[in-house]
């Protein structure tokens, strides 16, 4: 059996966000793993029944479920936290915590045209990163990675996951969580474009706490929505570990 319900050091599942590859992830997965269980998915790559989200979430908790894991902390990054968060409370007695680093949802309205124009600007910022730390091909190679990952995914999901992702708000779904027990804490880069952290501090100023039990921002150069990455060693298993 992976990990046990009473365990400080559960299991930890990633929950990747679209289009976004393992690799994206792995210093963020090292982090973690020395002292953790982790497990990386990235779901809902096919049609079949239900909503996007749905088919999402369900494959999450399959996975949960086959793997005989009792409890969990998630880490979901982007439309990951979306999974995660809906997940959790659907069956909250299976999550302990809920990290959402860089999430969607939580910007209030939206629209389509302007999270493509966001998400622009945020690759921009990819790339400026990739050619200040001198990986520009290494960022290439990625894009490319990324775009073959894209276009092996069935036309409708082509069209309905950015939808999903402009039209999604979570905030209703953390009260729900804060209710009943689940740790949440929302980890966000100074730097991401995709989900600007004023949007985000104007739509959770009234009462933040209502919804979350921490709230962490992060300025690192290396950092942007896409590259999630926190450099100082320990800083999230710290997150992670206040849960317990």
Not at 137 to 160: C, D, E, G, H
Not at 182 to 207: G, H, I, M, Q, Y
Request: some cysteine; hydrophobic content about 45%; glycine content about 6%.
């Amino acid at each position: 059996m992976v990990g046990q319900a009473k365990n400080k050091n559960l299991p930890v599942i990633v929950i990747g966000g679209w289009s976004t590859r393992r690799a994206s992830y792995e210093l963020v997965m090292m982090d973690l793993g020395v002292d953790r269980e982790i497990h990386f998915l990235n779901p809902g790559r096919s049609i079949g029944p239900g909503t996007l989200l749905q088919r999402k979430v369900a494959e999450v908790r399959r996975y949960v479920e086959e793997n005989q894991i009792e409890k969990v902390d998630f880490v979901g990054h982007s439309l990951g936290a979306v999974v995660a968060t809906t997940l959790a409370a659907e069956t909250p007695v299976m999550v302990r915590e809920v990290v959402l680093v860089n999430p969607v949802g939580v910007i209030g309205n939206d629209s389509y045209w302007r999270l493509v124009r966001r998400s622009l600007r945020s690759f921009a910022s990819d790339l400026r990163r990739a050619v200040a730390i001198g990986e520009v091909k290494q960022f290439l190679r990625a894009v490319m990675a990324s775009a073959v990952t894209i276009l092996r995914n069935p036309i409708l999901t082509l069209i309905r996951e950015p939808a999903l992702t402009a039209s999604t708000d979570i905030t209703s779904v953390l009260r729900g969580l804060k209710r009943m027990g689940v740790k949440v804490c929302l980890l966000k880069s100074a730097s991401d474009w995709t989900f600007p952290n004023k949007r985000v501090e104007e739509t959770l100023s009234a009462a933040p706490f209502d919804l979350l039990d921490r709230w962490v921002m992060y300025a690192e150069k290396s950092a942007t929505h896409n590259a999630p990455l926190i450099e100082v060693g320990g800083a999230l298993r710290q997150i992670l570990d206040c849960a317990s």
